[in-house]
């Protein structure tokens, strides 16, 4: 769908129908040409894709254009939008469009405008255990509700397939998933939500039951491995992630060992990790924001060492002990 400004000409609108398709140029010139029919202030925006590279502003080259996507104005508001892909919401850019800065085109002036995005991508995941220990197995429900980018990802990954659901909730620590759920699939301007039913192992040695209290949702690889780096880190939005994890304890059973609680504040990012002994359970409460797009490559050796701790927090084991009779 990418091709060089050059060669961006578009179909006639003729064309475009005879062949239900074409190249993303076409595509939103076309939609471009719709909405200023019904009054609507839409004009072209032509950009670099994300694997193309950025265009210098200062020094822009003709070549290094490569996509049209639109701008437009509704009730005084600047709205970016895309119309050839049905999992975007109107009012948002596709990932492989959010780079940098894109230039309006117009009859007889050009102006840049600036495509990143800073709504913040959102992936919540609640988590309950069910604990049998003479089975070492737990009965788990999950609801992992998406905004954005994320909800985007999985909308464009999964197809709302529940098979292929299924497998990313295997990869994620269930042993079994017996019932999946899914809502808002079609309703690409909201939330995507997924629920889930299974089980899962649990590690018992003697009378200790060694519980991963959010599986492998949570990362546990370090995407830094540099020393240093010369060039801005790229998150493409901002990012949060919550966690809420309740565990019921088994009849007999008591707390042995909890993760310490854990917070970082500052304007980079926001880091929370807490946890709560009730009578008959454990909550655990869990926050991850990375706050910008993007970060400064001065702010690297920083980032490093904040996602170093929030692998080793968001991993840490719970146990649970046998009370003595």
């Given at each position: 769908?990418?091709?060089?400004?050059?060669?961006?000409?578009?179909?006639?609108?003729?064309?475009?129908?005879?062949?239900?398709?074409?190249?993303?140029?076409?595509?939103?010139?076309?939609?471009?040409?719709?909405?200023?029919?019904?009054?609507?202030?839409?004009?072209?925006?032509?950009?670099?894709?994300?694997?193309?590279?950025?265009?210098?502003?200062?020094?822009?080259?003709?070549?290094?254009?490569?996509?049209?996507?639109?701008?437009?104005?509704?009730?005084?508001?600047?709205?970016?939008?895309?119309?050839?892909?049905?999992?975007?919401?109107?009012?948002?850019?596709?990932?492989?469009?959010?780079?940098?800065?894109?230039?309006?085109?117009?009859?007889?002036?050009?102006?840049?405008?600036?495509?990143?995005?800073?709504?913040?991508?959102?992936k919540s995941v609640m988590l309950n255990f069910k604990i049998n220990p003479q089975?070492?197995?737990?009965?788990?429900?999950?609801?992992?509700?998406?905004?954005?980018?994320?909800?985007?990802?999985?909308?464009?990954?999964?197809?709302?397939?529940?098979?292929?659901?299924?497998?990313?909730?295997?990869?994620?620590?269930?042993?079994?998933?017996?019932?999946?759920?899914?809502?808002?699939?079609?309703?690409?301007?909201?939330?995507?939500?997924?629920?889930?039913?299974?089980?899962?192992?649990?590690?018992?040695?003697?009378?200790?039951?060694?519980?991963?209290?959010?599986?492998?949702?949570?990362?546990?690889?370090?995407?830094?491995?540099?020393?240093?780096?010369?060039?801005?880190?790229?998150?493409?939005?901002?990012?949060?992630?919550?966690?809420?994890?309740?565990?019921?304890?088994?009849?007999?059973?008591?707390?042995?060992?909890?993760?310490?609680?854990?917070?970082?504040?500052?304007?980079?990012?926001?880091?929370?990790?807490?946890?709560?002994?009730?009578?008959?359970?454990?909550?655990?409460?869990?926050?991850?924001?990375?706050?910008?797009?993007?970060?400064?490559?001065?702010?690297?050796?920083?980032?490093?060492?904040?996602?170093q701790k929030i692998i080793d927090k968001f991993n840490e084991q719970v146990v649970?002990?046998?009370?003595?009779?």
């Open positions: 769908m990418e091709q060089p400004l050059r060669e961006i000409r578009g179909k006639n609108p003729n064309e475009l129908i005879r062949d239900h398709g074409g190249s993303a140029a076409d595509i939103n010139l076309f939609t471009i040409a719709l909405l200023q029919e019904v009054g609507i202030n839409a004009e072209p925006i032509i950009l670099s894709t994300r694997n193309n590279g950025k265009i210098r502003s200062e020094h822009p080259i003709e070549s290094l254009f490569n996509y049209v996507a639109m701008i437009l104005t509704i009730d005084d508001k600047i709205v970016l939008a895309d119309a050839t892909d049905r999992n975007v919401p109107f009012d948002r850019l596709p990932i492989w469009c959010l780079n940098d800065k894109g230039l309006i085109i117009r009859k007889n002036d050009a102006l840049w405008a600036d495509l990143q995005t800073n709504m913040p991508s959102e089975t070492s197995k737990a009965e788990l429900s999950c609801v992992m509700h998406t905004t954005e980018l994320e909800a985007y990802h999985l909308r464009d990954k999964f197809k709302d397939d529940t098979t292929l659901i299924k497998e990313l909730f295997l990869e994620k620590g269930f042993e079994n998933v017996s019932v999946v759920k899914t809502s808002h699939y079609e309703t690409t301007s909201g939330p995507y939500v997924v629920a889930v039913k299974g089980t899962s192992g649990i590690d018992q040695i003697d009378d200790q039951l060694i519980i991963t209290p959010l599986l492998h949702f949570p990362t546990s690889k370090m995407p830094f491995t540099q020393q240093s780096r010369s060039y801005p880190i790229d998150f493409i939005s901002p990012q949060l992630e919550k966690y809420k994890c309740q565990i019921d304890l088994p009849d007999g059973y008591s707390t042995s060992f909890v993760p310490e609680d854990f917070t970082i504040s500052n304007d980079l990012v926001e880091v929370q990790y807490s946890t709560l002994i009730k009578d008959s359970s454990l909550e655990i409460n869990g926050l991850i924001s990375f706050k910008k797009s993007v970060y400064p490559e001065s702010d690297y050796s920083k980032l490093k060492f904040y996602f649970l002990k046998q009370k003595k009779i």
